[in-house]
């Protein structure tokens, strides 16, 4: 069974550059988590859905964050602009009506 | 406010040590408490989980021993090897919290040879 895919896995932008990240869950399940990790921390949630809809994202910065699950599936994190401070590892994850989350292997996004 | 609470925040444990793993959580409606290990350049992995109704749970080597009352649980690796060298990471969910998971911030733990 394929995990969870995402890409890019490296990506170097310029400040106030927009900058977007794609996750493919694993199929069938129907929850699909984003992650932010900063270096040396646990990862913070920014938005889940459950199936199209985004049940949470009181932490998501919506002044420059935006985030979409079409058809359930795949999602797509997006930044613009993007500040020196989003510097991180996005994390998707996804589960399917259970407890387990399992990840993928991240984007490490670098802000110049 | 921390939901999950850590440490401590490095570990080094000779080979066949036992490496321990404390968390603390706050909110008592919690009711699913895993552990997941990091490698370098991955994404986290879950390596074992416990619920409330019991107080100890094992897999191999890896044990979690979990404190209802003391709102503790932790994590015990049992002859610990090079190859267990990762970062790991406690978390808890549930109750109203539902599929939102709270992470720890992290223990890195180093198995000297």
């Known amino acids: 069974e394929a995990g969870v895919v995402q890409s890019p896995r490296y990506k170097i932008i310029e400040k106030k550059q927009p900058v977007a990240f794609w996750c493919n869950p694993i199929?069938?399940?129907?929850?699909l988590y984003w992650y932010l990790q900063n270096l040396g921390q646990g990862p913070e949630l920014l938005i889940r859905?459950?199936?199209?809809?985004?049940?949470?994202d009181s932490q998501l910065p919506k002044d420059r964050f935006s985030a979409e699950r079409l058809k359930g599936v795949d999602s797509t994190l997006k930044i613009q602009p993007a500040e020196l401070g989003d510097s991180a590892v996005y994390l998707c994850?996804?589960?399917?009506?259970?407890?387990?989350?399992?990840f993928g292997p991240g984007t490490r996004l670098t802000v110049l | 406010q921390q939901q999950v609470k850590q440490s401590p925040q490095s570990l080094i444990v000779q080979k066949g040590g036992i490496s321990i793993i404390n968390c603390a959580y706050e909110?008592?409606?919690?009711?699913?408490f895993p552990w997941y290990q990091q490698f370098p350049g991955k994404g986290p992995a879950l390596l074992i989980a416990?619920?409330?109704?019991?107080s100890e749970k094992k897999e191999g080597r890896f044990t979690i021993s979990f404190n209802k009352s003391a709102k503790q649980f932790s994590l015990h690796i049992m002859d610990s090897q090079p190859g267990d060298s990762a970062t790991y990471f406690c978390?808890?969910?549930?109750?109203?919290?539902?599929?939102?998971?709270?992470f720890g911030t992290g223990t890195s733990l180093t198995v000297i040879p």
């Open positions: 859905y459950e199936n199209e809809e985004a049940v949470d």
């Open positions: 978390a808890a969910s549930g109750g109203v919290a539902g599929n939102q998971f709270y």
């Open positions: 909110n008592t409606a919690f009711d699913y």
């Open positions: 199929s069938g399940h129907n929850t």
């Open positions: 994850a996804s589960s399917f009506f259970s407890d387990t989350q399992y």
């Open positions: 416990i619920r409330p109704d019991v």
